[in-house]
């Protein structure tokens, strides 16, 4: 076995994120570690690569112990690390990002020739074609988590662990992952993967191991297994089943017309967008991210300045508005990057569960530290939030917690207009379900939702009308009677029809 992780128990405070952990991973394997939010994941492999010390347990390469202090050290018996969120910096090339740390030098000073040449042939090597003189912000997420694996490749990694790599790409990008995957094995490569997604564990792993409350509950091999069984041994309970309901839709809630956008490129981000949402309906937008689909959240939320075009919540003119002013109006948001505009990591789950929530009012006038608290308690409950307390900080939570506290709490602020972008990215499937139960019951009650989400099944499963988003215009809209991944998929992609 080349390397086996034995009765890792990993405390923080009253919590055992890992009990007694037994994980191995044979050369040339590809072996998916899955679980609910929260069920430890994460913790166990950044053990693995030295981010943190096991409280018990031991780690062995090639049947002989080894310790980690840091990830150096991991690095150093040829461990390498993509992590839930890309670590590279936008404004170097693909080239300076794959060589930092490890910089071919001449003389003092950094030999970008010879970066080049490396990278290249690192490239050739493994075949993973990318332009190393391009910068990281001006290529697309797929290629930036290739510059990520090559950067591990670059520090002579044998053994590669990726937290949910998948999360972020486009349908078509993680299948080029997986296939990446799948070379680099065979080239001898052996890969941890860290996913939500099920069916990329049957298409893509030999091995699967379940974790639940940070105790291993099965490791099989994925032959010898379904999506049925892995959900069981992950939740430990039976999924509910959430479907839509007829409503009647009341008035329009926004309303936007011809709005056109212009990137720094000269080129159209958005090229005369129109589009309206009742009260009681959820429109979903689908399209491959990079389509103008932030460009348009942006807009409405007052983030971005409008170039061209009007848009109206609720009857009232909101073009040119605050994002205060205009949440003020009636607009609630779970952003597509939670880390980037949903959260302040460094506050309390507390501080994040209520930021937006000092102006609601309840019976006895604006809510006060008490009733804010209760809220909390009831976003925790209902989501099932693994928090510690209200006093933990939140970057202390998993990825996926995070998420639920955000969704929670916006939803809770009953504003008439819910902006939801990729409301379940990073959740488990539990939490998948709560979350799609909870659009569906602000929808019931009125609410008006736009939803954008890169996976089409949670948008055809929620839409009741689906618009298509491509190259910053809306390439097509169906009804959810009319609605098929055919239809929408060559909408997505280009493609012209006369449906
Ligand atoms: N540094 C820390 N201090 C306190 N608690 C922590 C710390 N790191 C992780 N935890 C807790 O340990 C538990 C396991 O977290 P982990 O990040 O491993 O979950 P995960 O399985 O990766 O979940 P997700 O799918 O949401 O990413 C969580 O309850 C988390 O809040
Ligand atoms: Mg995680």
């Given at each position: 076995m080349l390397l086996q992780m034995r009765q890792i128990t990993k405390t923080y405070g009253t919590l055992n994120a890992n009990s007694n952990v037994d994980f191995s991973l044979r050369q040339g394997e590809i072996h998916a570690l899955v679980g609910e939010n929260g069920a430890g994941k994460t913790t166990l492999m950044r053990i693995l690569y030295g981010m943190e010390q096991p409280t018990e347990g031991l780690i062995q390469l090639n049947g002989k112990e080894v310790q980690f202090m840091n990830p150096t050290d991991a690095i150093a018996h040829r461990i390498g690390m993509v992590h839930q969120h890309f670590m590279l910096f936008p404004s170097f090339t693909v080239a300076e990002n794959i060589v930092i740390g490890n910089e071919p030098k001449a003389g003092l000073t950094f030999d970008r020739k010879t970066a080049v040449k490396q990278v290249e042939a690192l490239c050739a090597t493994y075949r993973l074609p990318i332009d190393p003189n391009k910068k990281v912000a001006d290529i697309p997420l797929g290629m930036q988590q290739r510059v990520e694996i090559l950067k591990v490749l670059y520090q002579g990694a044998d053994i590669i662990i990726l937290d949910?790599?998948?999360?972020v790409l486009t349908p078509l990008e993680a299948k080029e992952l997986l296939v990446i995957m799948r070379s680099l094995a065979n080239q001898g490569k052996s890969f941890i993967i860290i996913t939500h997604k099920l069916h990329e564990v049957m298409e893509i792993a030999d091995r699967v191991t379940v974790l639940r409350d940070g105790k291993v509950t099965g490791t099989l091999e994925a032959s010898a297994t379904n999506v049925e069984e892995l959900s069981k041994l992950m939740v430990g309970r039976d999924l509910l089943e959430s479907a839509r309901r007829d409503v009647q839709v009341g008035k329009t809630v926004l309303q936007v017309k011809d709005l056109s956008l212009h990137g720094d490129k000269g080129k159209p981000v958005l090229d005369r967008v129109n589009l309206h949402i009742k009260a009681g309906e959820i429109v979903g937008i689908a399209g491959i991210s990079g389509n103008g689909q932030s460009e348009l959240i942006q807009a409405i939320t007052g983030l971005l300045p409008i170039e061209q075009g009007v848009i109206q919540l609720l009857g009232e003119n909101i073009t040119g508005r605050s994002v205060r002013e205009i949440r003020e109006i009636g607009l609630s948001h779970v952003p597509e990057d939670r880390y980037q505009w949903g959260a302040a990591k460094e506050g309390t789950v507390l501080d994040n569960g209520t930021m937006g929530h000092h102006q609601t009012r309840s019976r006895s006038g604006l809510l006060q530290g008490k009733e804010l608290r209760q809220?909390?308690?009831?976003?925790i409950q209902q989501f099932q939030i693994k928090a510690g307390s209200q006093e933990t900080?939140?970057?202390?939570?998993?990825?996926?917690?995070?998420?639920?506290?955000?969704?929670?709490?916006e939803i809770a602020q009953n504003q008439p207009f819910l902006i939801a972008a990729e409301p379940t990215r990073g959740v488990d499937i539990g939490a998948m379900e709560l979350i799609h139960e909870e659009l569906l019951r602000k929808r019931d009650e009125q609410g008006a939702?736009?939803?954008?989400?890169?996976?089409?099944?949670?948008i055809l499963k929620l839409s009741d009308r689906i618009l298509v988003m491509y190259e910053g215009r809306i390439a097509g809209e169906l009804s959810a009677e009319q609605a098929t991944e055919e239809q929408i998929s060559l909408w997505m992609a280009g493609g012209v029809s006369d449906a």
């Open positions: 949910e790599p998948t999360g809220m909390v308690d009831r976003f900080q939140v970057k202390y939570l998993s990825g996926g917690n995070l998420q639920k506290l955000i969704v929670a709490r939702i736009l939803l954008v989400s890169s996976e089409l099944t949670e």
